[in-house]
């Protein structure tokens, strides 16, 4: 007798039998996930902003010298973000291949 031919439903069971969750995960799960993988991405770009937003600020009220100041912290803070965007993928992509 032939094998019976898959039907469409079967992954279904398939997930179920290998134990996969069929819960989609929430925003904020995967904010946590991610920032436990990689916490200097976020913590980044907060002193992006900060350094951005206090800047600004400094600009309005007139204290050029400390504007030019942070933004010149703000481009740093760039650099670590893109640094540390770079460093986890490429530790991602090291697991992956192991």
Same mark, same amino acid.
């Given at each position: 007798?032939?094998?019976?031919?898959?039907?469409?439903?079967?992954?279904?069971?398939?997930?179920?039998?290998?134990?996969? *969750?069929?819960?989609?995960?929430?925003?904020?799960?995967? %904010?946590?996930?991610?920032?436990?993988?990689?916490?200097?991405?976020? *913590?980044?770009?907060?002193?992006?902003?900060?350094?951005?937003?206090?800047?600004?600020?400094? %600009? #309005?009220?007139? #204290?050029?010298?400390?504007?030019?100041?942070?933004?010149? !912290?703000? *481009?740093? !803070?760039?650099? %670590?973000? *893109?640094?540390?965007?770079?460093?986890?993928?490429?530790?991602? !992509?090291?697991?992956?291949?192991?």
């Amino acid at each position: 007798m032939a094998e019976a031919e898959p039907t469409d439903l079967d992954w279904v069971q398939l997930r179920r039998d290998m134990g996969v *969750i069929d819960r989609a995960e929430t925003t904020q799960e995967k %904010f946590v996930r991610k920032f436990k993988e990689n916490p200097f991405v976020p *913590i980044g770009c907060a002193a992006t902003a900060g350094a951005l937003s206090y800047g600004l600020w400094c %600009f #309005r009220t007139g #204290r050029t010298k400390m504007s030019q100041t942070m933004m010149r !912290a703000r *481009i740093v !803070a760039q650099g %670590f973000t *893109i640094t540390a965007l770079v460093v986890g993928v490429a530790m991602t !992509a090291g697991k992956t291949l192991k």
